[in-house]
């Protein structure tokens, strides 16, 4: 395969169209993977995921943006080791879905979403292989009515406060790669760092997002 014309570039942020399977490989090493891959949260329960409707007629309500059921969209063991192998640390959230194909590691994140919905996850957890043990916590009201940023384009976008948080705890990392970007936070936190980042995402309508993050204009929510 030839390496596709980016979707988007500037100094700081490479953004490609397309299956990061068949990208990544042509692109070399990252000092950071950092990513929030889908695993399909159709059972995630919240507004919009997976359970019921809390109506008691047993109607399923409908998923928010992913179908086929729990695995629908997760990325296979081959997949994680075509992104994977390529970078030196790594951060992967949701890391807790794919704890049957991750390596056994210590060092774990912990986003505390000061969740003010009742029926939304309290928490999120990043697999890593950050070096040492001590699990590490960030608490960040990032949804309901005391979110911190409003804005949100993806159903599972996180806190640009969250991701610097996390390149944070990788400071020698200047050059990073999200192969499941997104509407882009990886990118708008590592440019605003000052870092190199690729990015990678399949849906033009994501990477639309994404392009007009990176060059800071407004979007309409």
Request: proline share 7%; with cysteine; aromatic share 10%.
């Amino acid at each position: 395969m030839t390496l596709p014309k980016p979707y988007y570039q500037d100094d700081a942020v490479t953004l490609y169209h397309g299956d990061c399977r068949e990208i990544v490989p042509h692109l070399g090493r990252f000092d950071l993977l950092l990513t929030d891959p889908p695993y399909g949260i159709k059972q995630d329960k919240g507004m919009g995921g997976g359970g019921y409707d809390g109506f008691g007629n047993g109607k399923k309500r409908v998923p928010r943006e992913y179908t086929g059921g729990l695995d629908a969209d997760r990325p296979s063991t081959d997949t994680f080791k075509a992104v994977t192998e390529h970078c030196g640390i790594h951060i992967v959230w949701g890391g807790n879905f794919f704890a049957d194909i991750l390596p056994v590691k210590s060092k774990w994140l912990v986003w505390d979403k000061e969740q003010t919905m009742p029926t939304f996850s309290d928490a999120e957890l990043a697999w890593t292989s950050l070096p040492g043990v001590s699990v590490k916590m960030f608490r960040y009201c990032g949804a309901g009515l005391c979110a911190k940023e409003r804005e949100r384009f993806h159903p599972t976008q996180k806190p640009l406060a969250l991701i610097t948080w996390c390149l944070s705890l990788a400071p020698e990392a200047k050059t990073i790669i999200d192969p499941f970007a997104g509407s882009g936070t990886t990118g708008r936190a590592a440019k605003d760092l000052g870092h190199k980042c690729v990015m990678i995402e399949r849906e033009e309508k994501y990477c639309e997002i994404a392009a007009r993050r990176m060059a800071q204009e407004v979007l309409p929510l």
